[in-house]
């Protein structure tokens, strides 16, 4: 089995240490992965802005890279769900390589929990973890039951943490509500934007959490510049690191 590594953009640049916790966590499982180096963008945020051509660009250069690998995993519910569910205006329908990398491409919760299927993770972590559940993965990838279905409840980012030692999982009052990022939005509807971080983060501390995590770090990142800014007393760690055991 061969995996592609693919990195968001901007946690390459902003957050190399949960870029790399989640290739020491891949390897925890023994497989074999590879990090293209000529990888760029995915083209989520030319999406976001209407700049169609761009995004084409971008669409064909990732499946051109990343055909070849058995599997592509990345850290980002957001990014996967574009190229699953955004890419096809620029294939033909019976386009194999597309296809292929369409049906191949996994969030690494996702990798971890349906594919890997793995039952124990040597990792300890002593603190009160409260998980934001991103819009893209809870609702788009299905990695949890959303709580407007009214369906039993699954969470497969909990399922991995609850493997964790000494890791104390918060149930949070709305623990499926959006954060307010959406890309673009958060500088097109600032005031909005900035308001349901705050809930987040206010659920988040009314709940003696120690330690905010999820699957998407763009989420993260727009509650940590509100967390630093406003001085709460929360940390923001990507759900990689925990998992590969790191404080």
Partial sequence: ??????????????????????????????????????QTCCGQPMANSGCSKDM???????VEIFKEFDYIVAPTGSCVTMVKDHYKPFFDEDDKDYNKVKTSIYEVCEFLHDIIKVEKIDSYFPHKVGVHNSCHGHRGLKLGSPSELNIPKNNKLKNLLSLVEG????????DDECCGFGGTFSVTEE??????????IKDHIDSNVEIMTGADMSCLMHMQGLINRENKPLKIMHITEILAGEE
């Fill in 1 to 38: 089995m061969k995996v592609g590594l693919f990195i968001p953009c901007f946690m390459n640049e902003l957050y190399p240490n949960s870029a790399m916790a989640t290739l020491r966590l891949l390897k925890k499982f023994n497989l074999d992965v590879e990090y293209p180096m000529d």
């Fill in 56 to 62: 084409k660009n971008l669409a064909l250069r990732f």
């Fill in 167 to 174: 890791i104390e999982l918060i149930e949070l009052n709305r």
């Fill in 191 to 200: 005031d909005i934007s900035v308001a349901m971080g705050r809930d987040r």
